[in-house]
Every structure is written in structure tokens, then in C-alpha cells.
């Protein structure tokens, strides 16, 4: 089991952080997400074997948001 985070731009209320958190929901191998406003953080569990972290950064970007390169 691996852990990550994303910084997400753009994340302005609660409809904005359900469709994160189904995105990533949707991506196999995930274990558990939690999306925060306050920090426009996204953190996630998942099965290292089954998805890597650039399968999360896609799913993220295909919502249409944009991932803040740290």
C-alpha cells in the first residue's frame, strides 16, 4: 500500500471536491481518498501493483482541474 498527495488549483466548494474525490474513486487500485478545501490537497491510498501516481494525476486533470507542480 502506497500514500500520495496532489495539489489541486481551482477547487472552490464541495460539488468541486465530490467530483475529485469520485475521479480518483474511479481509478483501480485505489484504497481511500480525502480531498481538503482548506489546504486544495488531495490525498490517497492505493495498491501500488494496481496504479501508480500518474494514473491519479490523469484522473484529476480529466476533471478538469489543474495539478500544482511542487
Given at each position: 500500500m502506497e500514500n500520495g498527495s496532489?495539489?489541486?488549483?481551482g477547487i472552490r466548494?464541495?460539488?468541486d471536491m465530490n467530483k475529485i474525490h469520485h475521479a480518483?474513486?474511479?481509478?483501480?487500485?485505489?484504497r481511500g481518498?480525502?480531498?481538503s478545501l482548506a489546504n486544495k490537497m488531495v490525498t490517497f491510498s492505493y495498491d501500488e501493483k494496481a496504479a501508480s501516481k500518474v494514473d491519479f494525476l490523469q484522473?484529476?486533470?480529466d476533471t478538469g482541474f489543474a495539478i500544482k507542480e511542487e
Amino acid at each position: 500500500m502506497e500514500n500520495g498527495s496532489i495539489k489541486v488549483e481551482g477547487i472552490r466548494d464541495e460539488s468541486d471536491m465530490n467530483k475529485i474525490h469520485h475521479a480518483l474513486n474511479e481509478v483501480w487500485g485505489v484504497r481511500g481518498v480525502e480531498v481538503s478545501l482548506a489546504n486544495k490537497m488531495v490525498t490517497f491510498s492505493y495498491d501500488e501493483k494496481a496504479a501508480s501516481k500518474v494514473d491519479f494525476l490523469q484522473a484529476v486533470k480529466d476533471t478538469g482541474f489543474a495539478i500544482k507542480e511542487e
